[in-house]
């Protein structure tokens, strides 16, 4: 095996062996773009490495091997007293892990060779600052030092010269410095500071090995879902100065506007610089369009090398570049990050030049870009105080009173007031407060703390670990820098997309991408946003690639139209439960007390032409195109009153003497249906199977609406759908009676009726006995929330709340199960009963109609299963279209 490449031997396809840093360097390298030279140190020697806890053999000849030929290329030796050859030795895995491994600049510098780097620049001053660094860099990352130690070190130097930043420390005060630094490095490991620079190199390899194991790097995969045993590259590269005086510099480009997607010239350029400085934030940058004053010649070539790379990898780059002494060199590029407006925007873009094709332009969005389009968005013309800034945790626009604690936030919601909970940070005791909430906002924590994870699964806007906010939470007050005070009732707006928040009321403004999918906005005018116009043109192409159908969750006629809207092809799942709410609610109590037939029947005959018009606006709103109802789900006790708040209400009545009959007889009803586990208890099927004439009821009603919209000249496509059904044995018995009433609909209307009748899949006990299932049924709809549920044995209401940040914390899940589908279990469990009910029957329609039928991920799962349709509810349908467009594309 060989365990060093060249950046001449390598390519961008490498990124496995050569880590994605290694593989561009590479590829920039066979561009003949200027590239220090320098080799790579692959994977595979990291795994062996890791593997071992040795570096294999060969590395160490390899290794040295291609130094001697950097060497002799850059015509001095690494660490070489009178001109020394300087180098970087810089991690690289596969997929970029921002700030979670080991970086060191500078090695081969030495008490020696940092003279000769004086006398060879003629600057002094850059010598010992290089020096300095290096130690430092050193320091923390290779001898495990606390980074504070060096820190204090130099505001305690700055502190006594007077100095306001590190670029006013002379030549002295920096060699001074190097001399304390020394200090902490013998103090704190025991030995001195390496002197010999091959033993730097290799001790910086192995740091950077090692870092892949690292606390904050293993986190950090195993949220991003990244394999642990990829390993890291690491990038030995020859130094060069972006801070040897006004003709040097350092800068960040891209080759398009990250933010729009417009084509110019974006960047930021720090003369007389390098890299760090401009992260630290010690001077102020200038746009790049002023290095063109500055250094004509270096910005020149810079432009052609930004269009070299932008033809050559068909799509916005970013790099890094730097200016020794008016020679340009390119540190890094790589397909660089954008926001979701430019995404689509570039793609239609890349497009146009003919650079990509449509299929690739799809590839080159997502659904979450397109999710993050729809929210509202404040008013960008709007001028407000901003107050500070935190993390982007969970997109939106929200605006509301300041509230300090859940108690208070679901209180003033109660009275009809919006508001926002603050808090430091929050904790499962929140809950309440946080579905009260119309946004939330913490002080502390990540994308991964508490109030991210639960906001995100909330849909709720929420900005958090905004430091700068100083929240007491026992005086019900924030503070903001500048010592603006907010109090608990003061209006703040938080954005979820920026993670910005304002003092007062931003007005919000809804998404032009919802305005077009609405219809209220059209693509083609003349003054179209250019967004829209690009998000119109992909949707296209996804609808002309994709072939999973796409359906919507909605049982009331305005669901479903906006969801026709919105793309849909129809309903795959209509749940009739929220049709027995409100003003019916009597009628199910009846149905559920009733002691004789005479009692039941008479609430069933009540209940029919309520649920009939119900499906006649339904199938009117979606007519022409398959709408699936679902027969009653839930557990009876759901239509009852609470039994503690009724219980009550009996003892006090009785107290008074003053009887309830109903009451009473509630009472009892509630008792005898209370079940432990409600969800794994008399419901779905099992009520069609123990309450008489309730499914056939059901299915009377949809029948007869069907019969009315077709009288009507209407073109309606029902489909019963059987919910929870463990064995076919339940589904016979339920089908049998339904197609007799459905015959009998036809012969008193004169038409036929042509209803189909299904079932849902949702206990594993169902998935596992699909083929049997698929003779009595002619669709199946996987139902992954109580698949889920059951094959994991979480309940779907509850774990979210309890123990899933304690999960996703420990990286057991990176994404809760109940968002994206578990491929392995749950996801295994519907490729192999879609495959046995396909044996069954050929023709066996197949779609899934839980959460994540619009979930991204999701969707391509279900495409390669080969459903038919994903359903999802109305707002994520253009969502679940593109994404079915990409799965195929
Ligand atoms: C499901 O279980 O996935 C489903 C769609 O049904 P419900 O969410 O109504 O239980
Ligand atoms: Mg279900």
């Known amino acids: 095996r060989k365990f060093v490449y060249d950046f001449s031997e390598g390519n961008k396809d490498l990124k496995d062996l050569l880590g994605g840093k290694g593989a561009n360097l590479a590829e920039m390298t066979n561009l003949g773009l200027p590239v220090p030279p320098g080799f790579t140190i692959t994977t595979e020697a990291c795994k062996a490495y890791l593997d071992d806890g040795a570096a294999p053999e060969a590395l160490r000849d390899e290794v040295s091997v291609h130094l001697e030929a950097l060497e002799r290329r850059m015509g001095k030796k690494l660490g070489q007293t009178d001109d020394p050859l300087l180098v970087s030795v810089r991690s690289g895995a596969k997929f970029s892990m921002p700030g979670m491994m080991d970086t060191v600049l500078n090695i081969g510098l030495s008490d020696e060779s940092v003279q000769g780097l004086a006398a060879q620049s003629g600057d002094e001053r850059f010598a010992w600052d290089s020096y300095r660094r290096l130690i430092q860099m050193f320091g923390d990352t290779v001898l495990g030092i606390k980074g504070e130690l060096f820190a204090e070190a130099l505001d305690e130097a700055k502190k006594s010269r007077g100095a306001a930043t590190d670029v006013d420390l002379c030549a002295a005060d920096l060699q001074e410095l190097v001399e304390q630094f ?20 290799d001790l910086a390899i192995r740091a950077v090995f090692d870092s892949w194991n690292g606390d904050r790097a293993r986190l950090y995969r195993r949220q991003e879902r990244i394999p642990h045993d990829l390993g890291t590259a ?89 200016i020794e002494r008016g020679k340009l060199w390119m540190l890094q590029t790589r397909v660089g990050k954008r926001t979701a407006a430019a995404a689509f925007r570039i793609a239609t873009q890349l497009v146009d030049q003919g650079l990509i094709d449509e299929a690739e332009a799809l ?30 945790a969970s997109p939106g626009a929200a605006v509301g009173k300041a509230v300090f604690d859940s108690y208070t936030a679901i209180k003033w919601s109660r009275s009809g007031e919006k508001v926002i909970l603050i808090r430091r940070e929050t904790n499962p005791d929140d809950l309440d407060g946080m579905i009260a909430a119309e946004g939330i906002l913490t002080s502390r924590g990540g994308k991964t703390s508490h109030a991210a994870v639960v906001a995100r699964g909330m849909g709720k806007t929420c900005v ?42 931003v007005p919000v403004v809804p998404s032009p991408v919802v305005e077009y999918f609405e219809g209220r906005m059209h693509a083609g005018a003349d003054d179209a946003d250019e967004l829209v116009k690009a998000v119109h043109r992909i949707m296209a192409y996804a609808d002309r690639v994709r072939r999973l159908r796409v359906r919507a969750n909605a049982d009331n006629a305005e669901d479903a139209s906006r969801a026709r809207r919105f793309g849909a092809q129809g309903i795959g799942l209509c749940r009739t439960e929220h049709m027995f709410l409100g003003e ?85 009803a509630v008792h005898r249906l209370h079940e ?49 059904v463990g064995t076919v044995q339940e589904l016979e ?71 899933f940040t304690a999960y996703l914390e420990k ?26 009910g396909r044996a069954t029957r050929p023709d066996l329609k197949l779609g899934v109609c839980g959460e994540h039928g619009g979930d991204p991920e999701s969707v391509h799962f279900f495409h390669e299963v080969g459903l038919d349709y994903v359903s999802c509810s109305p707002f994520r349908i253009p969502v679940a279209r593109l994404e079915a467009g990409r799965a195929a594309a």
């Open 182 to 201: 020394k200090g902490i490095v013998s103090k704190e490991t025991g030995r001195d500071f390496p002197q010999e620079p091959r033993e730097q190199m």
């Open 234 to 322: 690491v990038n030995v590269c020859s130094m060069v100065f972006g801070n040897l005086g006004p003709d040097s510099g350092t800068g960040v480009a891209f080759t398009r506007d990250p933010a729009s997607g417009q084509q110019g010239v974006y960047g930021d350029y720090l003369q007389n610089a390098q890299g760090e400085d401009v992260v630290a934030g010690i001077r102020n940058t200038v746009p790049l369009a002023d290095l063109e004053g500055l250094d004509k010649a270096s910005y020149d070539e810079l432009m052609r090398t930004m269009e070299t790379l932008e033809t050559h990898y068909k799509d916005l780059c970013d790099i890094e570049f730097t």
């Open 363 to 392: 590839r080159r969005v997502t659904g979450s870009q397109l999710a993050q389009l729809m929210f509202p968005r404040f008013d960008g013309d709007a001028t407000s105080d901003q107050l500070g800034w935190g993390i982007a």
């Open 464 to 505: 958090c670990g905004a430091e700068e906010l100083e929240v007491d939470t026992k005086r019900r007050r924030m503070t903001a820098p500048g010592g603006v005070v907010i109090e608990e009732g003061d209006t703040v707006s938080i954005d979820g997309s920026s993670g910005k928040v304002y003092l007062g009321e």
């Open 584 to 668: 019916r609610r009597e009628l199910v109590e009846r149905l559920i007390l009733a002691d004789t037939s005479e009692e039941r029947e008479t609430a069933l005959r009540g209940l029919l032409p309520h649920q009939k018009d119900d499906f006649v606006e339904l199938f009117e709103s979606m007519d022409g195109l398959p709408v699936t109802v679902r027969l009653l789900d839930p557990p009876l006790h759901e239509f009852l009153p609470d039994i503690t708040e009724l219980s009550v209400r009996v003892a006090l009545a009785e107290s008074r003497k003053d009887h309830n009959e109903n009451d009473l007889r509630l009472l009892q």
């Open 676 to 724: 432990q586990n409600p969800m794994l208890g008399l419901r779905g099927v099992r009520l069609g199977l123990v309450i008489p004439g309730l499914f056939t009821m059901q299915v009377r009603a949809i029948a007869e609406a069907a019969a009315e919209r077709i009288e009507a000249k209407g073109d309606p496509r029902a489909e019963i759908m059987i919910p929870l």
């Open 733 to 803: 018995i339920v089908r049998e009676e339904a197609e007799q009433v459905i015959a009998d609909v036809e012969r008193e209307h004169g038409l036929e009726l042509k209803v189909a009748l299904g079932t849902m899949i949702e206990l594993p006990r169902a998935a596992l006995t699909a083929g049997q299932i698929a003779e009595c049924a002619d669709f199946f709809s996987f139902g992954t929330n109580d698949l889920t549920q059951t094959v994991w044995g979480f309940s779907r209401d509850d774990v979210e709340a309890s123990f």
């Open 811 to 836: 990286g057991i899940f990176g994404v809760s199960p109940f968002e994206t589908i578990d491929k392995d279990g749950v996801g295994a469990l519907v490729r192999s009963a879609a495959e046995a």
